[in-house]
């Protein structure tokens, strides 16, 4: 074999096939290859959560708004994949039912399970050749259990050589009450609308998403929900603009903290 024949299979091999999409699911498995191959080791794990959010949101809300704020950050970023999103997670005991699991339409797993599930999708793509696996979760009470399987993961990888690393990122679900908090605030949104479950803030970033995983007239016509029925705050003051104010709010900081987690890795 010439020596050109040979650089040029090189480059050949190590050349990105176009990708279909930024989604891990939506591309073949040489296209998923030969993206890693080129250098392009980041990988997205957004979870979400199956669980009520009263009468007029649907119960994949945190899988419908991690699966789009997961895609618009792999679309920044320019080098990253998104995987398939996790929505099954821990939601509170099922018997006796407790936290969510109170309410129809919930569905919890043990946090063993959670652990082992993250872990295994982690080593997978590890094992693929992803050197950065990012874990994304739209959902408050499984924060520290991403925490702790990161800091896990990150121990076991540890001793070798080259090892991948696992990232847990704050940003994306500390911007909903921080940054976005004060923007509705601005906006003459009170703290007992935005609310803690359901309220102003949850649904406006749903309705800039996702607007038909909203029954907005129906809410508007029977009135504000009860904590009776798994609501805290007053969804009627949320609308698709404010929404998109706290996307892009979400996406700038999640993105920029994903670029400074990376570059300080690699010094």
């Not at 050349?15 to 997205?44: K, Q, R, W, Y």
């Not at 609310?195 to 508007?220: C, E, F, N, W, Y």
Request: proline share 6%; aromatic share 6%; hydrophobic share 45%.
């Amino acid at each position: 074999m010439s020596l050109a024949a040979g650089l040029l299979m090189c480059s050949t091999s190590t050349m990105a096939a176009p990708l279909h999409s930024v989604m891990f699911e939506e591309n073949t498995s040489t296209e998923i290859h030969d993206f890693v191959a080129a250098g392009h080791t980041t990988v997205l794990i957004p979870i979400g959560g199956t669980e009520q959010t009263g009468p007029y949101v649907v119960t994949g809300k945190h899988n419908i708004r991690v699966k789009a704020l997961a895609t618009a950050i792999a679309k920044k970023l320019g080098d990253a994949l998104v995987a398939p999103v996790l929505a099954y997670v821990p939601e509170g005991n099922i018997s006796p039912p407790t936290a969510h699991m109170r309410y129809d339409g919930t569905i919890s797993i043990p946090r063993s399970a959670f652990a082992a599930l993250l872990q295994g999708a982690a080593l997978s793509f590890a094992a693929h050749g992803f050197k950065h696996i990012v874990f994304l979760g739209d959902h408050g009470g499984y924060q520290a259990d991403l925490r702790e399987v990161v800091a896990k993961l990150n121990r076991k990888w540890a001793q070798a050589p080259g090892h991948p690393l696992a990232l847990y990122i704050p940003q994306y679900y500390g911007t909903v009450d921080g940054a976005f908090a004060q923007t509705l605030l601005a906006h003459g949104v009170t703290r007992a609308q935005i609310g803690t479950h359901g309220g102003a803030s949850d649904t406006a970033l749903l309705l800039a998403i996702d607007p038909g995983a909203v029954r907005m007239a129906q809410l508007k016509d029977s009135g504000l929900p009860t904590p009776a029925e798994g609501i805290n705050g007053d969804p009627r003051r949320a609308s698709a603009e404010l929404g998109q104010l706290g996307i892009d709010e979400i996406v700038e900081a999640t993105t920029n903290a994903i670029r400074t987690a990376v570059k300080n890795a690699a010094q």
